[in-house]
Structures are given as C-alpha cells and as structure tokens.
C-alpha cells in the first residue's frame, strides 16, 4: 500500500493550510515551483481576528515593534524572534500588504495601533485591515460602539464602558458609549458572525443598517461595530456604510469563532494561491516522513484512510502548535511533533507543563521545534534533522503568541522565509 | 422539565440590620442543610439557612452523582445498605426529575476477587437491594463499551442524580414554605447565652453583618461541622475524606458501572447528564477546603478506567475536582452503639453541656433526606414538640409528575423553540430566557454560580464560546459595572484553569488553548483595566503616567 508513489512529484510539500502554510505556498507557487499544500483542517486562520500582531507586550507594552525587537530577541534566546530579523519581518508584511487584493491592509511594524476588543481592551497591532484602522484609539475621538441585538458575540455596552476605563488607564481617555441596534431578524433571533456577514452583502439590510445607525450616533462620534461587515464585499460594505452614515466606521473582531476577518484574509490568500497554480489537498494529514537511505524524499500522508507518499524535494512544515494539533503533549505529558517526527523542545514527562495559577508563565506553552538560522528543526546538537524540511509558524517553539501579540508576526514572517530559504536553494 | 412553575421563586437578596429571628437556624447549604432547611419548614417551623458560598458548592456539589441502590454496601455495611435502598426508592418517588434511571451494573473484571459476586448477591438478598444476574454477553450487549472479560454482570437500581438540581429543587420548595435562604451568608461568630446558643452573626457578599437569633441551631456543615462547632465551644471529630473525580467529554457507558468487589479507588464509572464520572479515592485530609488533586491521583483514575472500559486513558477529560466526605469518627461512650451508622445527629447539651445545638453529620448524598428528617425530628424534640415528616411523600418543585429526567430532555426542549430565542451554551442547549431568569433570581450571581445552576460551560469547550457571552449579558441584566463584569469573568477563567490544568492534554489541550486564544489573544482580557495594576510596573506607557 505504501509501496510505490501514486501521485505527481511535487518540488515543495506544505504542510498546513494556515498562514504561515499559505504564506510559504503562495510565495513558492508564484515563483514556479509545483506545490502541493495539505491541510489536515482549514487551519487557525479562519478563527483569526486577522491583524497582524507582531509584538504587542514584551511583557510591558510595545509602542514600535521594529524598534523593540532586537532587544526582544536578545533578551529570549529561544524565541522564533531570535532567528527572524526585524528587516524580514518588515519586508514579509510588505509583501502580505500587496498579495491581499481585496481589500487593504494598513499599518507597518514602526507602531502599534490600539484597536478595541469585543471586551473594550486596546489591543496593540502593527498591521491591521483597513476596515479596522479607525479604532485605534491613539487617535480616535469620541465612539460609539454598535451591536445588534440578534448577535450574542458582541456585547456593546461592556466593551464600551471598559474601553473608556483602559483608555483613561492609558493616560489617553476616549469617550465610548455603547448603541444597541434593534434590526428586523426576519424571525431569527440568532445570528452567527457569518450569517450577519451574509446579510451585510444585501444593500436592503445595509440601509437599514445605516439608517438605525443616522439615528443613535451622535455629530462627532465614530461608529466601532462588530467585524461582520460582508464577506467577499468587505471593502465595498464599509465603503458605503461610511458614506450612507456621514461617519467614519471600524470593525471590531469578534471573540467566538468562525472570525469573518479571518475567512476574509484566508480566502484572500487561497485565490492567489490557486491564480499560481499551487493544489491545495484538505483533509488530508501527514503521518512520518518517506526516507531514502536516510534522505527525506517525500511526506507519507493519511488520506481517506490509506497512506501514500507524496514526493517532494522540500517539505515546509506550518502545522501549528498546541492548538493546532501540531503539537501533541500525550497523556505522560510528553510533547510531540505530529507530522515528521521532529524534536520537540519542551517539558518532558513528568515536569510541570502548566503551573496552578492560569495568568502564570507555563512551561508548556513555549513548546515546540527548535530551528537553525534557515528555519530548519534541529536536535539536541542544533543540527537540522532534514536539510530540505523548513518550520514556519506556531510549530515552531519559543513563543507566547496570545500574551506576547506576536502569533502573527511569527507566522507570516517564518512562512516568508522559509520560501526564501527553498528559493534560494532552488536557484 | 427544564423549569416548572417554582422558576419564579427568589433567593433572598439580603441584609437586614435588625436581627433575624427564627425557629429553626441551618448552618450549611449542601444537600444535607436545604434537607433540613425544607423539612423543618413544610412542619411549620419558622426557618433559616445561611451558607457560606453558593448552594451546593461544598462536597453535594463535589461528588459522582451516583444515586446508590445499596449494592456497594451490600457486604461492607449492610445498614448502610438498608438506609440507601430505602431512600433510593423516596428520591425516585420525591424527586423523579432529577434522577436519570440508568440502572447499575456490578460487574467482575479480571482484576476482581471472583468469589465476591456470591457474597454480593447474598448481601443484597439480605439488605433488600434488589439484583439480577445477567449473561456477560447481555452485559456487553448492553454496554458494548466494557472490557470484554468481565465474567459476571449483575443488575442492580443504581441511578444518576443531579445534586446541584436537587439542592436548588429543595431550596426553592423550602423557600415556598417560608423559609429563608441565605447563600454567600459565611459565619463568623456563634452567639451563647451561657449555655445556650442562640444563633450566630454572619457576614454577606457585601462585607455586612447579619445577626440570626434562633432557638435551635442545627449545623450541617458537613466536613466542616467540627469547625462550626469548635466555634461554639464544642467538639466534633470530622475526618475529612478527600475523594476525586474525573469527568469525560461524553458518555461512555449507558449505565452505572461498578466493579463486583470490595470498594475500592476508580471503581466507579457514573454516565451524568452529557458526561461520564470516574471515582473515587479515599484520602484522609486534616483541612476540609483542602481537595487539591496530585498527578499520581490522576493517572490512578485513568488507570483505573481502563480496567473498567479500555482505552479509557485515551479519552478525553473535561475536568478533575475533589471532594471531601464528612466521616464522622466519635469515641464517646454513649454512640458506640451507633458506630456503623452512616450518619449521626448529635445534641451538644448531652454531648458538651450546650443547649440548642445539634450537629448532623456523617451519611451520604443518597441518604440526605432521611438525616435531613432525623435532625428536625431532634429539633422538635428540643422544641417540646411533635409534628410529622412529610418529605418522603411530598414532589420537589418540578418532579411532581414523576417522569425521571432523560438526557435527551433539553434537546426536546430546544428543538420546538429553536427559532424563537438565542442559544447561549451551544454544549448544553442553554437558551437565554433561561440564562437570565436565573440571574434575575439570585442577588450577585458568579459566571461559576451560573455555571451549576443551569450548566452553563459545563460541555467540552468549558465556557470557551459561551463565557464572554454570558459576562456581557450578566453586565446588562443585572446592570453590573464593566469592573464587576469583568471580575466575574477573570474569576471564571481562573476557576475553570484550576479545574483542568493538572490533567491538560490530547484534544482537551487544543480546546483549552482554543479558548485561551479566545480570551488571551483575541479579547486580551489579560489586560482588563482591572489587572492594569498588577502589570503596569512592567509597561512603559503605564510608568509614564
């Protein structure tokens, strides 16, 4: 069954379908290589709030991120940071900047913005859609903050209410006051992000919108509304929202998963990764490397129960980290790394991986690959393991991505560099 | 029934600043207390109950939710046995919707002693347990989950109840009798006249002090009764029995399953509600709060699952808690007669020369109506009066019918209003009409509060969708400020970690960083301004100004 290879040869196997997975296709794919990427599941993308967060604690707050990352990865040896430079964090933004086409992303890694959360909170992100921009609260005037009353994912009067008071804490207060919109529901009183999503492309609920909208907000007031402002139309939504209203409007992400912004940025990214002619195989997952006397000539993948290798000259592997599944810690608390194999750098069996108290530091949570300075895992000697297997994104150890804000940052930067990496040696 | 026509009774908000008088005084809201708490009301006592935390928080709300036939005490403890088939037959009369009728099954594993099936039978034969033996291919049949080389399988009426339902059911029926129940009420002091007690003073949510004047008290503080009665310048000896549990993700038997031998740890496996419980240990602790659960317990636990079901290790658990059991251990010459009872009630005149203070304690969760109605007959003894117990014929509060709860009861429930209202916990169907009317009912309700009340989180994203959800309507209905919500909700993060973090992994892992990306990453509640102090020494931004 394992036998001989039943598919094409790829030059590049991706493992992962998530950011740094489609950054890494995307790149390779335009350069004209053949890849195959193959995603277990759609990937973290999708329950993204889509900003590109690239350092937003350190642990105190982080005004620039491009400033303050050298002395960030001095001081976390570590971290994924340590062996990205701010230029290829830079130059892997810019890229990302002119391959989303359908709508734009502002922002770079000179400065934070503070956008709010759902709970009121100004979040620090360097990069961020431009339908989100107009919250950053640095510059913002007066808000007022707008729910719907058929969607339980956006709770306008908390997050209004502790926006003012983190602001105020930030020694820059905005005034927020929460709106609550009262929307024929069409007998539905139950709205997922993406079923609101799928009504803000109806012009007809647009100008209700707009119009409940005209009559709550007040002469100077920005409008901060849940990130459920169309789908594909995203740009074309806000657009006309801003101009039915008279005021600017910013989309605030949403906490519960799916996140609308997130689908928005991996469709984005699936479209220019079928325009160059890359495949994309789901539900399918790698279970081991396929080895020629030693040298890793392919992935063996488990597909509609059969494996079958699939040969490869480069395999990049972005299958995530804990919550992603690319990293399994198993019941002795052994953590392992689930497609290849790979060491993994992290408490064994028996230390603590979580400690009692949940804002502690917990050794677990940095678990995961140790790479070289081209992003290839290494082992306990920090000799790659493969020379042609390249890491990107969470699977990666080193990180605290929530508490750090720098999830993003990592994957969109690593999966960069690891195209640059196989382009260089594919001449 | 989801909820019935009692949905509308309310917990007493608090705090009067004249003294409280009553009849009758319960120190202690588990199921023992709101026992007595129900029963002394419905005999036309005036009645108090004041607890320290929320009902049902200590060890009622902390055990399997096995509603016992007896069968494990069979051979061990036949007076036990008597008294749990005995009031096995009370609760499914008294309390139908908050049993699930999963009949139990005592089965002999290969690890099993196989000559106890005999013994078991003759004890359940002689204590009034009702068993059959069944063929293990029917046993398998049954629960095709099971190790396969069980070689005897026997039938007993093992149930499943919902304590936090049971206890809320007598509250609110008690309440309707006029009593008054006071949760987040936690004793500081017990007054004395000499020797007589006469009552205690309490302090509230709020910091405020209440003074209950009463002319018995009776503490049902179960574990923690020797404190209570230190308190009053008596002595109780309490034991305090530490046992843990383990819930799964699902159901992974149908049935109560027991191992057929002597009671010993991990040999039970309770399907409750959408969960499956493993227990229990037996761990002798010297302080009653403490139920702090040791890797070593944890990999116990699931080794002892996989001699009951295997591949038990591999599934995937929810959450791990302690309890501790309120052994009452007493040397005093005048009880030795009563040592193999399973509970006691004490008068502290005869005991320690201090009037108007009974002590009930020991027993088990099975058998709390039966302590609840010894306690009150004492009470009127006290009081010089004679008055019958009605609690083993009169329904709690939605169990009137008598149709036991099934676990398909809430989905039946939502699927004919499906379209008419908000689901707010997509695991446990909560709908928000519900959610609120129970915010509406309590004064300052904790997410963690919620969380037992209606089951709030109880499913396996552990309150990952539901909790920010929950925090924004808590600050709306009950007009909270965002500081307060947001404690709430920081409270419950922190609850929830304690209750999972020691036994993080496999998909429960991926879960619990799905949420912690939900809340850390995407809402970044780890800088609510409330927790701007402790991390402003470290901000820049902060130092400034």
């Known amino acids: 069954m394992t036998g001989q290879p039943r598919t094409a040869a790829a030059d590049v196997v991706v493992l992962g379908g998530g950011m740094a997975g489609l950054v890494a296709a995307v790149r390779l794919a335009e350069a004209g290589l053949r890849v195959v990427t193959v995603a277990k599941g759609h990937g973290s993308l999708r329950l993204s709030p889509a900003t590109i967060d690239i350092l937003g604690y350190g642990p105190g707050r982080v005004d620039s991120p491009a400033q303050a990352l050298p002395g960030f990865a001095e001081a976390h040896p570590g971290h994924p940071y340590a062996v990205v430079s701010p230029a290829a964090v830079a130059m892997s933004v810019q890229w990302l900047k002119e391959h989303v086409d359908t709508y734009s992303y502002v922002g770079d890694p000179s400065a934070n913005m503070l956008l709010p959360t759902a709970i009121g909170v100004p979040r620090p992100s360097a990069v961020a859609p431009e339908t989100m921009a107009g919250g950053d609260v640095r510059t913002a005037g007066p808000m007022a903050i707008a729910g719907l009353g058929v969607f339980k994912d956006f709770h306008p009067a908390l997050a209004a209410e502790n926006l003012q008071a983190a602001t105020a804490a930030y020694g820059r207060p905005v005034q927020a006051r929460p709106v609550l919109l009262d929307l024929p529901s069409a007998g539905q009183p139950d709205f997922g992000a993406v079923g609101l999503a799928r009504r803000f492309e109806d012009a007809a609920f647009r100008s209700q919108v707009a119009a409940e909208l005209r009559a709550a907000v007040h002469g100077e007031e920005t409008i901060g509304m849940p990130a459920v402002l169309g789908m594909d139309q995203a740009r074309s939504a806000w657009t006309e929202l801003q101009q039915a209203t008279g005021r600017p409007v910013f989309e605030i992400p949403t906490a519960v998963p799916p996140s609308v912004p997130g689908m928005r940025l991996a469709s984005a990214l699936h479209a220019r990764l079928r325009r160059a002619g890359g495949r994309f195989v789901l539900g399918a997952e790698a279970v081991g490397p396929q080895l020629s006397n030693g040298t890793l000539t392919g992935v063996r993948i488990s597909s509609a129960a059969r494996v079958a290798p699939r040969m490869c000259r480069w395999v990049v592997l972005a299958t995530g980290g804990l919550a992603s599944g690319g990293i399994e810690v198993e019941v002795s608390g052994a953590a392992s790394e689930r497609a290849l194999g790979l060491p993994v750098h992290g408490p064994g069996p028996g230390d603590a991986g979580f400690l009692p108290g949940y804002w502690d530091d917990h050794p677990m949570e940095t678990a995961g690959l140790r790479v070289d300075s081209r992003l290839r895992p290494v082992g306990p000697g920090g000799e790659p393991v493969y020379p042609n297997v390249y890491a990107a994104g969470a699977v990666i150890g080193g990180a605290r991505p929530w508490r750090e804000k720098s999830g993003d940052g990592i994957s969109l930067s690593t999966g960069y560099l690891a195209a640059d990496a196989i382009l260089e040696e594919a001449g | ?545």
């Open chain 2, 1 to 545: 029934m989801e909820e019935g026509r009692h949905a509308n009774i309310r917990l007493d908000a608090v705090a009067a600043t004249a003294p409280i008088e009553c009849e009758v005084l319960v120190i202690g809201g588990g199921s023992t207390g709101v026992g007595v708490a129900r029963d002394a009301a419905m005999r036309g006592l005036s009645t108090v109950l004041v607890e320290r935390g929320d009902l049902a928080t200590g060890t009622t709300g902390r055990f399997h939710g096995l509603l016992h036939s007896g069968g494990r005490y069979a051979v061990k403890d036949p007076q036990a046995a008597r008294e749990c088939i005995a009031e096995n037959i009370v609760l499914r009369r008294i309390a139908a919707d908050c049993i699930e009728d999963t009949g139990g099954l005592f089965v002999t594993t290969p690890i099993d002693d196989p000559g106890y099936a005999d013994r078991f039978v003759a004890g359940c034969t002689d204590t009034g347990v009702p068993v059959e033996e069944i063929g293990v291919a029917e046993a398998l049949r049954r629960e095709p989950r099971l190790n396969r080389r069980i070689t005897r399988a026997l039938v007993v009426p093992d149930a499943t109840i919902d304590a936090w339902k049971t206890v809320w059911t007598c509250a609110r029926s008690a309440a309707e009798y006029g009593a008054r129940i006071l949760p987040y009420h936690e004793v500081t002091a017990v007054t004395r006249a000499g020797d007589q007690v006469t009552g205690v003073v309490a302090r509230n949510q709020g910091g405020e002090t209440v003074e209950i004047r009463a002319q018995v008290t009776v503490n049902a503080s179960g574990a923690w009764a020797g404190l209570l009665a230190a308190m009053a310048g008596c002595r109780v000896q309490i034991s305090p029995g530490k046992g843990i549990m383990l819930a799964t993700n699902h159901r992974l038997v149908q049935t109560v399953v027991n191992r057929c031998d002597m009671p010993a740890d991990g040999d039970i496996l309770v399907p409750v509600r959408t969960v499956s419980v493993i227990g229990t240990t037996d761990t002798l602790v010297s302080d009653p709060d403490d139920w702090a659960v040791t890797r070593a317990e944890i990999d116990q636990m699931l080794q002892a699952g996989e001699n009951l079901v295997p591949g038990f290790a591999g599934s995937r658990v929810l959450r791990l808690w302690g309890g501790v059991r309120p052994l009452f251990q007493d040397h005093a010459p005048q009880e030795s007669r009563d040592v193999t009872r399973a509970h006691a009630v004490l008068d502290h005149r005869a005991r320690d020369g201090v009037a108007g203070l009974l002590t009930i304690t020991g027993g088990k969760f099975c058998t709390f109506r039966l302590m609840a109605q010894d306690a009150v007959d004492a009470v009127c003894a006290v009081l010089g009066t004679t008055r019958p117990c009605r609690t083993a014929d009169e329904p709690l509060p939605d169990s009137e019918d008598r149709h036991y709860y099934v676990l398909g009861s809430r989905l039946a429930g939502r699927e004919r209003t499906l379209l008419d209202e908000q689901v707010i916990c997509e695991c446990e169907l909560v709908r928000r009409g519900r959610l609120t009317d129970e915010m509406a009912r309590r004064p300052a309700p904790s997410l963690d509060d919620l969380r037992r009340a209606v089951r709030l989180g109880m499913g396996p994203c552990q309150g990952g969708f539901c909790m920010y959800r929950a925090a924004g309507i808590l600050h709306q209905t009950k007009h909270l400020s965002a500081a307060e919500a947001d404690r709430a909700l920081l409270a419950f993060l922190e609850e929830r970690w304690k209750g999972y973090y020691p036994l993080l992994h496999g998909d429960q892992l991926r879960q619990a960083w799905l949420d912690d990306w939900i809340f850390q990453g995407v809402l970044d509640a780890g800088h609510l301004p409330l927790r701007a102090p402790a991390r402003r020494p470290d901000t820049e931004t902060a130092q400034s100004t």
